[in-house]
């Protein structure tokens, strides 16, 4: 169905990562002249499959062509001499450099090959900032600006290359609607006959608005490409979230949850950064859990609610106001967190399972200020044993475990600590399949034996196996919240992108 | 954000700095009739002179976040080295004060390599340096200090007055802060030493190959350390293989007190050449006011921790 060469073709792409298979026989082409939108749930194969086309990462397998020409860019240095520029989601600057300096790193044009001139420097950006029609200070320091402004000076960035193909990721997430429609300004004056754009994004409404065609990924593999037109939002959710999970298990109903009591209460919490008004409670006994789209707030809402963040707003722990001012607090009155990230804030690497077990119980088990770590090695074993960590012995030290034990290790020290409320980061990212299953077990475990718990999830099978209610979030706000017999993928969906109300996404489905 | 506001914080502490200076000159103005004198004023410049040397190298390596401990001993041996060229090989002066910058290039070559290609962390790279550079230069002097008597003309160097009343190496200092300054903010050198200190991986992702340049920016921060080295010997007439550990430190201290971050990104060679004069001011007022030497020490120590408190404060303010 294409006449001549595609502008970009990435046929039959596979990339494994250590541990996860984030892409399998992946296709994608962009025609000349077109905007492709690339959608998927997180963790579809988006990012990475920008990462190979941006010469930041090499494919395991399969073909890269730009205008019918094999191309496999060494680096972001030569796919943008390739013409393929890249504005990607987290940003590339350096704060203390100036606007200008950012932008033209590593073409400064120079006098006598010596002295940078950065009036020059500054003339061209202004000159890319006027023709882009971008407000922006070329002196200014990245530092000063606002989000949205940093995210205008990656975009003028990609742009100050001679860009045939310019590939955007979630562009939009941190601008107001008068910078969007900036942006699309700038998407469609870029747009010309030799030249393409991707746009990945998780907004419906933006892709109806400026894409021609909608390539869907899903679980790291290729699901379809549909024209925008005359494709319904609904279809594109569906394609993106698969149908074929609505039969996967999920939680007894539990009984009467509104009866039990109030493990933890969370009232109107808000930061200056992101979070308005977020509340919801957390019943003994219970799984909750917190779905929305990566940068909703669900992360940020555990580190307010531990105190790793200043936030305002209440906590109650089993009725009783609590003061969280760090996550010493927390773990004071029994909340234990899980960080999404264990390698890095929830283990210590290269030290055995009996002193990770024992961490955040040191203070009780010494004696006359000495450690002892007979009591460290028996609770430890224990643990190996109540949780079933597969090691050969509590002296492995954690980085030779696998992600599902060491999960498992992470979870031990909490337990050992007595903390009656966890919440849980992403459980099972970077974990095997068939671990994720032992750690859905071991929670749901837990839930029955009293413990209270938080999940947070960018999987929202994930989500709808474990939780007895969901609570969804996005750009901050709780969206809505929902009982898992109530629940489905589409639903959630449907509450993770209800973006602020001028451009809420206009919802088809139908069995709200 | 309010950028003008900003922008005002950022000259305010330079202004701090400068201001800090002012208060201790006045100070001991005050406290001690002698201090104002032109000897004693000459003294101190003096005194600033070498360790303010090695500070505007060290500013360059600190700008990428790194360290350079190295500075102080590799001044030694470069000291030691110009001897050896001059005084027992009797090379011609151009050649050996030439010869004494290459060590210096050399230490900070080796220092590059060490960080950018080896990855070993600065704080070992120079560590390891620092040792290095102090036990060949007790090797190669034979631990024996080496003089530069039978060398006509190389005390004159640092010791003698083109600017009337100024000597040499305080001229050689402020020429070489001037040369450091525009390096920082004139040329990718320093540059792509802000960028790296910035943002290193944003820095390679936009192309700068950011291996190379590391090197670049060591191999700079080792030119002055050589200078410093030359200057030293010329100033004593010899070098004393004996000299120089602890001096880094005092060179880190001027370059942390003018307002340069040790997580790297922001730096100012002004800050640097007043934070060297206040280190200097702060001995010679003290020692003229007759406190033990020790108790300066403890001086020392009370105005880094207030700088760079200041300087945390003012970043903890704008994140």
Avoid at chain 1, 40 to 50: H, P, W
Avoid at chain 1, 90 to 118: K, S, W, Y
Avoid at chain 2, 288 to 313: F, H, N, R, T
Wanted: charged share 20%; proline share 4%.
């Amino acid at each position: 169905m294409t006449d001549g060469p595609a502008l970009l073709r990435a046929t039959g792409i596979s990339k494994s990562f250590p541990g996860v298979r984030a892409l399998d026989d992946v296709h994608l082409d962009l025609r000349h002249g077109e905007v492709l939108a690339l959608v998927g749930e997180n963790g579809a194969g988006k990012s990475t499959l920008l990462k190979l086309l941006s010469g930041i990462h090499r494919p395991d397998a399969g073909t890269m062509e730009l205008d019918g020409a094999p191309m496999s860019p060494a680096g972001p240095r030569q796919a943008n001499e390739l013409g393929i520029s890249v504005i990607h989601q987290e940003f590339h600057l350096m704060p203390d450099l100036t606007v200008a300096q950012n932008i033209f790193i590593g073409r400064e044009p120079r006098r006598a090959g010596l002295l940078i001139r950065d009036d020059e420097l500054e003339r061209r950006a202004g000159r890319l900032f006027e023709r882009l029609g971008i407000p922006l200070d070329p002196r200014q320091p990245v530092a000063h600006l606002s989000v949205a402004g940093q995210q205008m000076v990656e975009i003028a960035k990609a742009l100050s290359f001679d860009a045939r193909v310019l590939i955007m990721d979630e562009p939009t997430a941190a601008l107001t609607e008068t910078e969007v429609a900036t942006l699309f300004r700038i998407v469609r004056d870029f747009v010309s006959p030799r030249t393409g754009v991707i746009y990945v994004s998780h907004r419906m409404d933006e892709i109806k608005e400026i894409s021609d065609r909608i390539t869907v990924l899903r679980d790291g593999r290729y699901v379809d490409t549909l024209p925008t037109a005359g494709t319904a939002t609904r279809d594109v959710i569906a394609a993106m979230v698969g149908r074929q999970l609505a039969t996967g298990v999920r939680p007894e109903p539990a009984p009467g949850v509104a009866d039990r009591e109030v493990a933890l209460a969370v009232r109107g919490l808000s930061t200056r950064a992101l979070l308005k008004d977020v509340s919801f409670e957390l019943y003994r006994g219970e799984i909750l859990g917190l779905a929305g789209l990566m940068g909703a707030g669900r992360t940020e809402v555990a580190r307010a609610i531990i105190g790793a963040d200043r936030s305002s707003g209440a906590v109650e722990v089993n009725g009783k106001p609590v003061t969280v001012r760090s996550p010493a607090d927390a773990v004071r009155h029994g909340i234990g967190y899980l960080s999404e990230d264990r390698k890095r804030y929830g283990l210590l690497l290269d030290q055995d399972v009996v002193r990770n077990v024992m961490l955040s119980s040191l203070p009780g088990m010494t004696r006359g200020g000495f450690v002892r770590d007979a009591d460290g090695r028996r609770v430890a074993a224990e643990m190996v044993d109540r949780l079933s960590i597969r090691t050969p012995s509590v002296t492995q030290r954690a980085k030779n475990l696998s992600g599902g034990n060491q999960q498992k290790v992470v979870l031990a020290k909490w337990l050992v600590r007595d903390c009656d409320v966890l919440i849980v980061d992403e459980p099972t990212r970077g974990i095997d399949v068939g671990a994720k299953d032992e750690i859905y077990t071991l929670l749901t475990g837990l839930a029955a034996q009293g413990k209270s718990i938080v999940v947070i999830s960018s999987e929202l099978p994930e989500v709808l196996r474990l939780a007895d209610r969901i609570v969804v979030m996005c750009e901050g706000r709780v969206t809505g919240t929902l009982a898992n017999a109530d629940a489905t993928q589409h639903h959630i969906m449907e509450l993770a992108t209800r973006f602020g109300a001028d451009r809420s996404l206009v919802t088809t489905g139908g069995d709200a | 954000m309010n950028v003008t506001r900003l922008g005002n914080r950022q000259q305010l502490q330079q202004l701090l700095a400068f201001g800090g200076l002012v208060v201790i000159f006045v100070f001991f103005s005050v406290a001690s009739p002698y201090f104002l004198d032109w000897a004693n004023v000459k003294g101190i410049l003096l005194a600033t002179a070498v360790t303010g040397i090695m500070a505007l190298g060290a500013t360059l390596v600190i700008a990428t976040g790194g360290i350079d401990l190295s500075v102080g001993t590799g001044m030694t041996l470069c000291s030691v080295m110009t001897g050896v060229f001059l005084a027992n090989l009797g090379l011609p002066l151009v050649v050996g004060v030439l010869g004494g910058l290459a060590i210096g290039a050399l230490i900070g070559l080796l220092n590059g390599l060490n960080v950018a290609y080896l990855r070993l962390p600065p704080f070992i790279a120079t560590l390891a340096m620092m040792m290095v550079a102090q036990g060949l230069s007790l090797v190669i002097s034979g631990t024996k200090p080496i003089y530069f008597s039978d060398v006509p003309g190389f005390g004159q160097l640092a010791g003698g007055e083109l600017v009337p009343g100024l000597p040499n190496a305080v001229l050689i200092f402020f020429v070489a802060a001037v040369l450091a300054g525009v390096t920082l903010s004139k040329t990718l050198t320093g540059r792509y030493a802000l960028s790296i200190g910035s943002n290193e991986e944003a820095t390679a992702i936009s192309g700068v190959d950011v291996r190379r340049w590391k090197v670049v920016i060591y191999v700079v921060a080792g030119l002055f350390t050589g200078l410093a080295g030359v200057v030293m010997a010329s100033r004593l007439n010899s070098a004393q293989p004996g000299l120089g550990l602890g001096y880094e430190l005092e060179a880190i201290a001027a370059v942390v007190i003018g307002g340069t971050s040790l997580r790297g990104g922001k730096a100012t060679i002004l800050g640097t050449v007043i934070g060297a004069l206040i280190m200097a001011t702060l001995t010679n007022g003290l020692r003229i006011m007759s406190i033990p030497q020790e108790w300066q020490k403890v001086a020392v120590g009370i105005v880094i921790v207030l700088a760079v408190y200041a300087d945390m404060l003012r970043r903890g303010k704008e994140a």
